[in-house]
């Protein structure tokens, strides 16, 4: 009989581990220095890298999972990143931006964006092993923040007063959007694997090349039409009404 392989040395576990937690650390670094872009006025790379930011997010769970070292830590260590690059940083960019000149009014609403962002990933994380996986109870704060900051993009020179106090409404109604029971589709439940699979990957080439052209105003409005999706399919279903002879 052969001999049973060597474990892995401890060195290379532990570096194994560290690997997702960089792209978490990056994440938050990307909310950071998006924090310093607003306050320097330069509203446009304060959204980029908010965008950067939920890019990175998105890989650090993927390359958990690929090495095999998804973690409980690690899944506390991403929601608290969360809650800076996608809490903190687009309401503190919201806030500079426009609000600042409503006084306490912005104040308060930008606040509630961090709060309602909050709540959002603490429910999250209670029922991440009891609900459906194919949706999301209330909007992801990454879509909340990607809307919110596609559309400072793409409104960031010099905005109109009015536009401003639209975004008043705009951010609290993300906010609300957050913490709601709307159901948003995750698209968890493709399978790449899947025969069907192979027409996702010319479309993905489309959508990667459209968003690459226009990117902030692919970004504003496929992000705003997500956040609109789930109380637009609601709003419709109760106008529809129940079929005639269903129990109640």
């Given amino acids: 009989m052969g001999e049973a392989p ?3 040395r401890r060195g290379v576990r532990r570096g194994v581990y560290v690997l997702p937690a960089l792209f978490t650390v990056s994440n938050v670094f990307c909310g950071y220095l998006s924090l310093d872009e607003a306050v320097k006025g330069r509203f446009d790379y304060a959204a980029m890298l908010i965008f950067a930011a939920a890019i990175l997010d998105g890989l650090d769970g993927r390359v958990a999972r690929w090495a095999g070292a998804t973690s ?53 994380n209670v029922q991440i092993h009891v609900v459906d996986k194919r949706y999301f109870v209330g909007l992801p704060i990454p879509s909340a923040a990607g809307a919110l900051c596609g559309l400072i993009w793409v409104l960031s020179d010099s905005p109109a007063y009015e536009i401003k106090a639209g975004f008043l409404a705009v951010t609290a109604i993300l906010s609300w959007l957050m913490v709601s029971t709307f159901r948003y589709r995750s698209f968890k439940d493709i399978d790449l694997r899947s025969r069907r699979a192979v027409l996702i990957v010319p479309a993905f080439v489309l959508v990667f090349g459209v968003f690459w052209v226009l990117r902030q105003y692919a970004l504003a409005s496929t992000l705003s039409l997500y956040a609109a999706s789930a109380p637009a399919v609601r709003l419709f279903g109760l106008l529809r009404g129940r079929p005639k002879g269903t129990a109640a």
């Fill in 6 to 8: 060597p474990p892995p």
């Fill in 72 to 124: 409980a830590f690690g899944e506390q260590l991403d929601s608290l990143a969360d809650v800076v690059s996608f809490g903190v940083a687009p309401a503190f960019l919201v806030y500079r931006w426009g609000l600042i000149d409503f006084g306490r009014a912005g104040l308060l609403v930008s606040f509630l964006f961090v709060v309602c962002g909050a709540c959002r990933l603490a429910r999250f």
